[in-house]
């Protein structure tokens, strides 16, 4: 059977089937058409090892002598007695394909199992792999895992992958790969505030814009893994898989599991060339929510979600809190809408019961005794304001203070078969409150009943759907199902979203605790993290828009002093940190009053200028080495339009005290023999109330009147950067002249 060789955007897949099963020979800089015989590839068979070649197939299994992580793992269940078939042996049964997609079936008839993989390289790189295994049996077969992996090179010695906590969300760490396993396991039940959006190896200090880089994500919402495993003979594999509870998937004959689809990059031009590859692959999503540059609006369907410019967005939660009151509400709406917003989102405490967190969730009817008319009055002051209205509901969640609970204790999840109606244990609360179990049919019909009765007896536009604790003893009818729980809330979301097609979803999950391509599959935009903090933010909206494009995360402008942190920050910083995402406010802005005002205004009028390009752009990270930021003090982060003709650039500062001589830091990816204008549009060095943010007594030459020079200057030789006091920012405009 010939190689597949599958090639995009600068990247192949070769894939051999030399050895009778698919084994990935190559994953990483394309290779051109034409390849040699691929036999010179033959290892050598050494002393005191297996009498045969060691193949690092596309589903590594212990049957090849492959002594690492096998891909799968199950065994069958004959008459009660498990452990059976626990070895497969697959090999090919066929390989069909094209230049950018294939489909491999490997079978052990003997196990009687089969497992189909399609892999597909999209048009900007990104590789998108998926297995489905079905047991051929006549008994039931056990999957304890079957997880994607792919090689790469010995080149990569280096791994980065992110953690975080709650309101810290995606902070990168690095460590050397060894010999030996990694692992980093999320078993939170959701995707976790400390889960791996990226699992990248590279070469030796890969860094934005420069080394080569392997990099994974994995497409689910649920309890997970990902890998490194290096072998003793020098060869490297990455991967990741669904984390299965005990028998948490059993096959009857017949039926089949699919693993959640693996996505993965590969750039040699550092970081961003990953980045690039994710943002072609959402943005060529026919449900995307953003244009692409220069799309045609006028042919959309009347109502329809996707395909509009990402509106202005004011929340309530920071503004009010609990505290719902019309009047109070109204007012807010009246200042929301003078400022130039478009969505206003009320959160939570709309719902019956609903004065604090101890109560009300399983509770999906409008609060009669704060909203006597329902919510029909504060909708019709919104919208008749020009604004679109959201609510905030967190459907999976229930109180044990709550009619739903009380009446159904049965719907609670917990690791009994027994109600805790009838002496079974629940789980500890987490901010009050339990999980409803989706996967009772009954449930999940009252919950998409409900919610389906808000949208349609409401002028609602957009739901902010919420997700607020971990599932760590997740179980229907006494045995674990996070697995089913996971498809039940996405089933959820397709039922609302094909009932409502004009309702956006935005996945929140105390604040980023289920950011991935999975969730995003069903929803419309992802809320980052509960921390509105501009410092914070930095860093979590970095590495957040490493793999989401910036149209999809929520990015809000938070009061003055942060309500998680205590920190307080100009609105200037905090401002052109909240540009660069899907912008909005969380503030009571009726306080917002003077130069302040017209301050945020503008900063509304430069997000509707400028969000056509932040959210169609390529992003662009500055190359600096941590030890070059204790030099310069700042960083540089922005996004290219589309033929490189313009650019947005955020020059910050994160240091805790300002550098006495920055000096100079270059402006990547512009084209190199065009010229450019680089000016500073806020705030400028004459601006008055804007004193404090630079400091020394004279700025750099160019940034009173701007500086033209050419692409290639701009990267290579840079412009003198402006000392900024410590958490300060400088939004840059690049225009090509």
Known sequence: MDPLHLRSAGTSLLISFATGEAEVIHWGADLGAELPDLGILVEPITNSAIDARVPAGLLPQASSAWRGRPALRGHRIIDG?????????LRVVSATGTDRSALIVQADAAAGISIASSLTLHDGGLLEVRHTLTNDGSTNFQVDELAT?????PAATELLDLTGRWCRERHPQRRSIQQGTWVRSGRHGRTGHDSSLLFAAGTPGFSNRSGQVWATHLAWSGNHEHFTDTLGDGRTVIGASELLGSAEVVLAPGASYSAPALFAAYS???????????????????????????????GLPAGAAAKKPRPVVLNTWEAVYFDHNLETLVELADSAADLGVERF?????????????????????????VWPA????????VTSRG??????????????????????PEWIVGPSARSSKDGGRLPLEWRNQHVIDLVNPEAWQYIFTRIDALLSENNISYLKWDQNRDQTEHGHAGRPSVHEQTLAAYRLFDALRAAHPGVEIESCSSGGARVDLGILDHTDRIWASDCNDALERQTIQRWTGAVVPPELVGSHIGPTTSHTTARTHDLSFRAITALFGHF???????????AARDELRRFVGLYKEHRALIHSGTRVTADLADDALILHGVTATGTVAEGTTAA???????????????????????????????EAIFPTPDDADHEHTFAHVQPPGWLAGGAVASGKFLAEVGLPMPALYPEHAVLLKVTAV
């Open 81 to 89: 007695v498990g452990g059976l078939d626990f070895a497969a042996r």
């Open 149 to 153: 992996v792919l090689p790469v090179s």
């Open 584 to 594: 909005g406010m969380e503030w009571d802005v009726r306080s917002v009053q003077g």
């Open 648 to 678: 947005l650039f955020a020059l910050v500062s994160t240091r805790s005290q300002a550098a006495e001589q920055p000096g100079r830091l270059g402006i990547p990816g512009l084209e190199d023999a065009r010229s450019y204008r680089v």
């Open 387 to 408: 604004m679109e209205f959201g609510l905030w509901v967190e459907p999976e969640m229930i109180n044990l203070d709550s009619d739903v609970a009380r009446a159904h």
């Open 345 to 369: 989102v009320l959160d939570d405490g709309w719902f019956r019961g609903r004065r604090d967190d101890h109560a009300g969730l399983g509770d999906w009817f409008v609060d009669e005794t």
């Open 268 to 298: 040699n031009t550092g970081i961003d060339g990953i980045t690039a590859a994710f943002y072609s692959w959402f943005r060529a999503r026919p449900h995307h929510v953003a244009p692409a540059a220069g799309t045609d609006l006028s």
């Open 374 to 381: 329902g919510l029909t009055p504060l909708i019709d002051a």
